[in-house]
T-cell receptor
Framework: EAGVAQSPRYKIIEKRQSVAFWCNPI?????LYWYQQILGQGPKLLIQ????????DSQLPKDRFSAERLKGVDSTLKIQPAKLEDSAVYLC???????????????FGPGTRLLVL | AQSVTQLGSHVSVSEGALVLLRCNYS??????LFWYVQYPNQGLQLLLK??????LVKGINGFEAEFKKSETSFHLTKPSAHMSDAAEYFC???????????FGSGTQLTVLP
């Protein structure tokens, strides 16, 4: 079974530029998550999709971050314009069903490492 | 609000020695608890999870963790460390905020030859 795929693996940009990350979840997984992992910290949830609908984006900085999941499969996360503090690893994860009060497991991709100069 | 505290950002053990990584949680409802491992430049991999069945949970690679409600703890152990265990370990909880998995700040495990 193929895992969660993410691209690119690394990205270096100047501040105020825009950047986009792509995620392809495990086939059949209805729920998709984007996390931000700053160096030295645990992952923090940015947004959660159930199929192609947003379930939770309470921690997404909506003035600069956006995400979509067209057709309920692949997803893109965009930052525009980027700030220095956006330097982090962006992890995508998927699960068969929502993890709320359940025993579902989230499967993580390898992440995209972003450096904003 | 739910939270996780991992005591010790860095832990070093000798190969063959006991591994003990500490995790304490805060939740006003019975939690689900998880341990994940992250190898360099890789995503997180689930080691084990507690979902209110048995309090002693066995995971992959010889790891296990015990849920202790009275101590609000879910410490991760392995009887004998192997060089391949060197990685970062994250404890996580689903509790009050049942929609989200909240992670601790991680513990970097170093295994010395």
């Amino acid at each position: 079974e193929a895992g969660v795929a993410q691209s690119p693996r690394y990205k270096i940009i100047e501040k105020r530029q825009s950047v986009a990350f792509w995620c392809n979840p495990i086939s059949g997984h209805a729920t998709l998550y984007w996390y931000q992992q700053i160096l030295g910290q645990g992952p923090k949830l940015l947004i959660q999709f159930q199929n192609n609908g947003v379930v939770d984006d309470s921690q997404l900085p909506k003035d600069r971050f956006s995400a979509e999941r067209l057709k309920g499969v692949d997803s893109t996360l965009k930052i525009q314009p980027a700030k220095l503090e956006d330097s982090a690893v962006y992890l995508c994860a998927s699960s068969l069903a929502p993890i709320w009060g359940s025993q579902e497991t989230q499967y993580f991709g390898p992440g995209t490492r972003l450096l904003v100069l | 609000a739910q939270s996780v505290t991992q005591l010790g950002s860095h832990v070093s053990v000798s190969e063959g020695a006991l591994v003990l990584l500490r995790c304490n949680y805060s939740s006003s409802v019975p939690p689900y608890l998880f341990w994940y491992v992250q190898y360099p430049n890789q995503g997180l991999q689930l080691l084990l999870k507690y979902t209110s069945a048995a309090t002693l949970v066995k995971g992959i690679n010889g790891f296990e963790a015990e849920f202790k409600k009275s101590e609000t703890s879910f410490h991760l152990t392995k009887p004998s460390a192997h060089m391949s265990d060197a990685a970062e370990y994250f404890c996580a909880v689903i509790g009050d905020s049942a929609r989200q998995l909240t992670f601790g700040s991680g513990t970097q495990l170093t295994v010395l030859p």
